[in-house]
């Protein structure tokens, strides 16, 4: 049985290349465009998510608030932080507050498999 990504990125070329990437890898992806709409998706499909690929810059809500809201609905989700800029102090808070990791913009297919192998249920 393939594993559902769930991808949350207001970058639609990031989406839409992560997502072709994701189902060369036999990954089920769902996408979001924002925050708000991802969270929306996350609370309707969460059962059937088994990673969540969240982009730390978006407008709209801080990651922080979403994420926050994430853990209410599962809190035993797993959710890797993606951005171009680690050194945003708001990696380390996400980290603490229990993203599983963190993957640095621009990845390459191998790093973005690994991560995804190494922190899915």
Same mark, same amino acid.
């Given at each position: 049985?393939?594993?559902?990504? &769930? /991808?949350? =990125? @207001? =970058? ?24 708000d709409?991802?969270?929306? &998706? ?7 998510? =088994?990673?969540?690929? &969240? ?10 608030? /979403?994420?926050?809201? /994430?853990?209410?609905t599962d809190? @035993?989700?797993?959710?890797l ?12 808070? &996400?980290l603490?507050l ?24």
């Amino acid at each position: 049985m393939s594993k559902t990504v &769930l /991808i949350i =990125d @207001d =970058d639609e070329i990031i989406r839409m290349t992560t997502e072709e990437i994701l189902h060369e890898l036999g990954y089920k992806t769902l996408t979001a465009e924002s925050g708000d709409s991802g969270l929306a &998706l996350f609370n309707k499909k969460y059962s059937e998510i =088994d990673l969540i690929l &969240l982009d730390l810059t978006m407008p709209g809500r801080s990651v922080v608030d /979403i994420f926050a809201d /994430i853990l209410n609905t599962d809190p @035993d989700v797993r959710v890797l932080i993606s951005s171009g800029n680690s050194y945003d102090p708001k990696v380390q808070q &996400l980290l603490s507050l229990g993203a599983k990791g963190f993957l640095q913009k621009p990845y390459t297919i191998a790093d973005m498999e690994n991560r995804i192998k190494e922190n899915s249920k």
